[in-house]
């Protein structure tokens, strides 16, 4: 019998250069398929958002696509550095787990061999980092900024939706009651400062265009008539009236910020000032800066994750993302305090170069016990997570058959809950991250620390939530259920006779909670962190900041379009009061009513200082000292609606659609939002649908992994699918029934189907 040598036996150049290969391999494959997802998640939040964005701005549909690509370069550079360090947390605690330590340690393979193939393989990636942020990123943000800019101005008009208000362009309000193969229907046209006076239109279909060269904007009104000075009526068979506009710039020459520029242009390119010199080596600094910080994980990750066991090594992980997300703020945050002029550059360097060299410096020496591949020896004492365990633990033992089930119910549930979790922390905290990337700069231009970065991150959080919580649910299914597939715990729950649709019942107690969680979310915090961070964000960036609300506002309440000025908080006092109502054959102005003030007075309204005009009263409006409007109009909704923006929740869509709230938005979009609650609450439910149909449902002939690639995908074609009926719903594209339930009902079936399938062959 052979006996193991005392000392480590020296590998051959060969056996070497396989090591080499096997880590490099190891972490790069992984690396990219991470990449990929994160690319894939990231570009799906924002398409979510240019989605809403075509549903405000009226974009049209087909620049979605367009735009899209244009931001692969940015989150691509984002994600492959993540997908690394998640890499390498899942490759260590791999070979910790199936025990590759102790095999490279009798084969006289160092840990510290190891870290600098690590570091080979992180040069690479950050190398690759690099060339995407430093010459595809600048060209692709050029790009799109043009892109969407044409964008904007081509949606300047077709923002018009049928009901809706449009009162974006100074002196002019436009509203239609239906559309039809681009041209509008039943219009009322507003032109406050015509050449002779006040224009009133209505026409029975109109055609609008925006010009780019003169910028203007020029209506072709048929078949209707036109008030002149508000009394003198002219009809007419067709005009053309004509409104100056200004335009968006589409065209301009790359670099008009330091973003736009590639890394050699910000080497070689003169600056025209000292602040723009000053903002270009910042931006230098930073995407150096994010590369380079890769090649210290090794040296992090290495110490803390190759002697952790059970709990310690999700500790392990959890520690070495934080200090990542940390590093990355640390650059992100001195990039900005430097193109600020609030610190030197070179400050800026050294101090987020230190973070990475200390950290990885001190856990390597922290962790000497890494040197003979034994359990990480800190100087202070983790403390003990119980987190869920492969196994079914209890379930082994001999219990009563209903003390089982509760039990199965009871880790299914914990399990499942403990997953969507740590998925909705993790794509949280990885959206908030891109978010901070974004909106850093203007943050540290206006002065803001670090209670300015917590202020602005705390804001967005419950936004930042709906948007994740989707994918989170999906996440959480996936893994929690791949993580029983791949222990054979779900082998021993069919052996008891439990089916997959039993493994999803016992199970819905979590997306039930989550759907409730996500619907008060919607509800009650989300609208008032929102108009809180409108408010502050209005303060922090005046030059981004929401057009103001303050003077008149139009909206209709029954059958009057109104506008309005508040004088008071409580919407008691208004001023300058315009009334518009519209009848007869032609649907043209049957009345007009100008009053210069009107007060809520005894649960009535009361106008004074009236002038009104009516068709049958002749060409002479009437003028009273006051008069009673007859409406269902209150002061509460209405100060609520002046108090705008404010985020549209299920309960306003529905009193708008009892005519009960002033409006200004398309009925279709009240409609959807109204069943949008309800979607909200069962998606949850759909996610965990998907995740169990296609990973819990015995399949012996698909590995794992397809069944894992095939949930993602259908989970992301949902949300996809689910989204754009939503916004073809809110423009009257698709009936507002079928814009929300049609997707649900389309993946909930065929996730039905799979399961009912699979208990038939039971």
């Known amino acids: 019998?052979?006996?193991?040598?005392?000392?480590?036996?020296?590998?051959?150049?060969?056996?070497?250069?396989?090591?080499?290969?096997?880590?490099?391999?190891?972490?790069?494959?992984?690396?990219?398929?991470?990449?990929?997802?994160l690319v894939g998640v990231m570009l799906l939040e924002r398409g979510l958002r240019l989605l809403q964005e075509i549903s405000a701005l009226?974009?049209?549909?087909?620049y979605m696509g367009p735009l899209l690509i244009r931001l692969v370069p940015y989150y691509a550079q984002q994600a492959l550095p993540f997908g690394f360090v998640v890499a390498v947390a899942l490759v260590l605690a791999r070979m910790g787990r199936n025990r590759e330590w102790e095999a490279m340690?009798?084969?006289?393979?160092?840990?510290?061999?190891?870290?600098?193939?690590?570091?080979?393989?992180?040069?690479?990636?950050?190398?690759?980092?690099?060339?995407i942020s430093g010459f595809l990123e600048p060209l692709g943000r050029h790009s799109y900024r043009r892109l969407h800019a044409s964008a904007v101005n081509e949606a300047r008009i077709g923002a018009i939706q049928p009901g809706a208000i449009y009162d974006q362009i100074p002196g002019v309000m436009l509203t239609a009651t239906g559309k039809r193969n681009g041209r509008l229907e039943g219009v009322f046209l507003r032109i406050a400062d015509g050449p002779k006076g006040e224009i009133l239109a209505t026409a029975q279909s109109a055609?609008?265009?925006?010009?780019?060269?003169?910028?203007?904007?020029?209506?072709?009104?048929?078949?209707?008539?036109?008030?002149?000075?508000?009394?003198?009526?002219?009809?007419?068979?067709?005009?053309?009236?004509?409104?100056?506009?200004?335009?968006?710039?589409?065209?301009?020459?790359?670099?008009?910020?330091?973003?736009?520029?590639?890394?050699?242009?910000?080497?070689?390119?003169?600056?025209?000032?000292?602040?723009?010199?000053?903002?270009?080596?910042?931006?230098?600094?930073?995407?150096?800066?994010?590369?380079?910080?890769?090649?210290?994980?090794?040296?992090?990750?290495?110490?803390?994750?190759?002697?952790?066991?059970?709990?310690?090594?999700?500790?392990?992980?959890?520690?070495?993302?934080?200090?990542?997300?940390?590093?990355?703020?640390?650059?992100?945050?001195?990039?900005?305090?430097?193109?600020?002029?609030?610190i030197a550059l070179g400050e800026a360097a050294w101090l987020t170069s230190l973070l990475p060299v200390i950290a990885g410096a001190a856990m390597w020496r922290l962790g000497s016990g890494v040197r003979q591949h034994s359990p990480v020896t800190l100087p202070f004492r983790l403390p003990r997570l119980r987190l869920p365990k492969p196994g079914l633990g209890r379930l082994g033992r001999a219990v009563a058959p209903s003390a089982t089930t509760h039990l199965l119910t009871f880790y299914l549930t914990r399990r499942l809950g403990t997953m969507t979790l740590a998925v909705l922390a993790g794509l949280v905290l990885l959206l908030q991250v891109v978010d901070l990337l974004e909106r850093g700069e203007a943050l540290v231009s206006a002065g803001q620390g670090l209670s300015g970065f917590l202020r602005y991150a705390w804001l967005r959080l419950p936004a930042t939530i709906l948007q994740a919580a989707p994918l989170a649910m999906l996440g959480g299914g996936v893994l929690a259920f791949a993580l029983l597939r791949s222990g054979n715990e779900l082998v021993a729950i069919h052996a008891q006779g439990v089916s997959a649709g039993e493994v999803l019942l016992r199970s819905l107690a979590v997306p039930l909670c989550f759907g409730l969680a996500l619907v008060g979310v919607s509800e009650a915090w989300s609208p008032r962190a929102q108009?809180?961070?409108?408010?502050?964000?209005?303060?922090?960036?005046?030059?981004?900041?929401?057009?103001?609300?303050?003077?008149?506002?139009?909206?209709?309440?029954?059958?009057?379009?109104?506008?309005?000025?508040?004088?008071?908080?409580?919407?008691?006092?208004?001023?300058?009061?315009?009334?518009?109502r519209f009848g007869g054959q032609a649907k043209?102005?049957?009345?007009?009513?100008?009053?210069?003030?009107?007060?809520?007075?005894?649960?009535?309204?009361?106008?004074?200082?009236?002038?009104?005009?009516?068709?049958?009263?002749?060409?002479?409006?009437?003028?009273?000292?006051?008069?009673?409007?007859?409406?269902?109009?209150?002061?509460?909704?209405?100060?609520?609606?002046?108090?705008?923006?404010?985020?549209?929740?299920?309960?306003?869509?529905w009193l708008a659609r009892?005519?009960?709230?002033?409006?200004?938005?398309?009925?279709?979009?009240?409609?959807?939002?109204?069943?949008?609650?309800?979607?909200?609450?069962?998606?949850?439910?759909?996610?965990?649908?998907?995740?169990?149909?296609?990973?819990?449902?015995?399949?012996?002939?698909?590995?794992?992994?397809?069944?894992?690639?095939?949930?993602?995908?259908?989970?992301?074609?949902?949300?996809?699918?689910?989204?754009?009926?939503?916004?073809?719903?809110?423009?009257?594209?698709?009936?507002?029934?079928?814009?929300?339930?049609?997707?649900?009902?389309?993946?909930?079936?065929?996730?039905?189907?799979?399961?009912?399938?699979?208990?038939?062959?039971?």
């Open 105 to 131: 340690a009798g084969a006289g393979v160092s840990p510290a061999r190891i870290a600098r193939i690590m570091t080979l393989t992180a040069a690479a990636v950050a190398a690759a980092t690099l060339l």
């Open 1 to 37: 019998m052979a006996l193991l040598p005392n000392r480590p036996v020296p590998i051959s150049a060969g056996s070497g250069h396989l090591l080499e290969r096997y880590v490099a391999r190891a972490l790069l494959w992984p690396t990219v398929q991470l990449a990929g997802v």
């Open 531 to 580: 108009v809180a961070f409108s408010a502050w964000w209005n303060q922090v960036s005046p030059a981004a900041a929401a057009p103001a609300t303050d003077g008149p506002r139009w909206f209709r309440i029954g059958a009057d379009l109104v506008q309005a000025e508040p004088v008071d908080a409580g919407a008691t006092h208004l001023r300058d009061v315009r009334i518009y």
């Open 588 to 653: 043209g102005i049957s009345e007009w009513i100008h009053a210069g003030e009107a007060a809520w007075d005894g649960g009535k309204w009361t106008l004074r200082r009236v002038e009104r005009w009516s068709g049958a009263d002749g060409l002479r409006p009437v003028q009273a000292d006051a008069a009673v409007w007859e409406t269902i109009l209150r002061p509460g909704p209405l100060a609520r609606f002046m108090a705008a923006p404010i985020p549209l929740t299920g309960r306003d869509a």
């Open 658 to 762: 009892r005519d009960s709230t002033p409006i200004d938005r398309a009925e279709t979009l009240y409609d959807v939002r109204v069943y949008m609650t309800a979607s909200l609450a069962i998606a949850p439910l759909l996610m965990l649908m998907l995740a169990a149909a296609l990973v819990v449902v015995p399949r012996q002939e698909v590995v794992l992994s397809v069944c894992l690639f095939e949930a993602a995908t259908a989970g992301l074609a949902y949300l996809v699918l689910d989204g754009w009926l939503q916004v073809l719903g809110q423009w009257g594209g698709v009936p507002p029934e079928l814009a929300v339930a049609g997707a649900p009902m389309l993946f909930g079936t065929l996730a039905l189907e799979i399961i009912l399938r699979s208990e038939a062959r039971v």
């Open 58 to 62: 009226g974009i049209p549909a087909r």
């Open 207 to 342: 055609r609008i265009a925006v010009t780019d060269q003169p910028g203007a904007l020029h209506f072709v009104l048929e078949g209707g008539e036109m008030l002149i000075a508000g009394v003198r009526s002219v009809r007419f068979g067709q005009v053309v009236l004509h409104q100056p506009l200004e335009l968006e710039q589409t065209s301009w020459q790359r670099g008009r910020d330091a973003r736009e520029l590639t890394l050699i242009e910000l080497v070689t390119r003169p600056a025209a000032n000292a602040e723009a010199r000053r903002r270009q080596a910042a931006e230098l600094y930073g995407k150096i800066a994010r590369a380079i910080g890769l090649l210290a994980l090794p040296w992090l990750a290495l110490p803390l994750l190759a002697g952790s066991r059970g709990e310690r090594r999700w500790l392990a992980i959890g520690t070495i993302l934080f200090l990542v997300v940390a590093y990355y703020h640390a650059v992100n945050l001195s990039r900005n305090l430097a193109a600020s002029g609030g």
